[in-house]
T-cell receptor, first 119, second 115 residues
Framework: AQKITQTQPGMFVQEKEAVTLDCTYD???????LFWYKQPSSGEMIFLIY??????QNATEGRYSLNFQKARKSANLVISASQLGDSAMYFC????????????????FGRGTQLTVWP | ETGVTQTPRHLVMGMTNKKSLKCEQH?????MYWYKQSAKKPLELMFV???????ENNSVPSRFSPECPNSSHLFLHLHTLQPEDSALYLC??????????????FGSGTQLSVL
């Protein structure tokens, strides 16, 4: 089974509007972390935001916020006031709890969503 | 200077060539990783080094050979590759706490084409 599912291969949004990128995850581990990364055409994966499974509040980082719905196992990324520079590939990822030596560094990634911001 | 630097940015090689990818991190991390990003697949973890010791080899063919001489440098040695090995190879680093909130810092990748 897929650990991370991103159902939107592509999304379009007009500049200055908000956009939501969907992500659902699958784990039986009570302790896990959820990440969003941005990958522009240059190739570098840029960390955007993190949400821990025990965090009571949704994470926010500037224009990025994470809509964390634990019961539904979803961790959608909301980008407010989109900018042309936001056009990129966006990846949702998950790491399960510690004390699992074999999972050090094992970030499970989704297939990504290509976001295009138009003027 | 960026935190994680990869060279070369682009590489074209024949199936009989031997080449190496290099990764260097300036973040004081003690864990380093190689990921493969193909066009039609999610990112695949290839190798993990923690404190210069390989802790994971994710069923990667032996034509890929990693080397981690110290906590700041990571290499991926390539030999007799196949066309299906063409992909973006990403290096990443992190602290090796193993905590679920440990985020990875990535380089810009090496775009590899095997002819």
């Amino acid at each position: 089974a897929q650990k991370i599912t991103q159902t939107q291969p592509g999304m379009f949004v007009q500049e200055k509007e908000a956009v939501t990128l969907d992500c659902t995850y699958d784990t039986s581990d009570p302790s896990y972390g959820l990440f969003w990364y941005k990958q522009p055409s240059s190739g570098e994966m840029i960390f955007l935001i993190y949400q821990g499974s025990y965090d009571q509040q949704n994470a926010t980082e500037g224009r990025y916020s994470l809509n964390f719905q634990k019961a539904r196992k979803s961790a959608n990324l909301v980008i407010s006031a989109s900018q042309l520079g936001d056009s990129a590939m966006y990846f949702c990822a998950m790491r399960e709890g510690r004390n699992r030596g074999s999972t050090l560094g094992r970030l499970y990634f989704g297939r990504g969503t290509q976001l295009t911001v138009w003027p | 200077e960026t935190g994680v630097t990869q060279t070369p940015r682009h590489l074209v090689m024949g199936m009989t060539n031997k080449k190496s990818l290099k990764c260097e991190q300036h973040l004081g991390h003690n864990a380093m990783y190689w990921y493969k990003q193909s066009a039609k697949k999610p990112l695949e973890l290839m190798f993990v080094y923690s404190l210069e010791e390989r802790v994971e080899n994710n069923s990667v063919p032996s034509r890929f050979s990693p080397e981690c001489p110290n906590s700041s440098h990571l290499f991926l040695h390539l030999h007799t590759l196949q066309p299906e090995d063409s992909a973006l190879y990403l290096c990443a680093s992190s602290h090796s706490s193993g905590d679920s909130n440990e985020k990875l810092f990535f380089g810009s990748g090496t775009q590899l084409s095997v002819l």
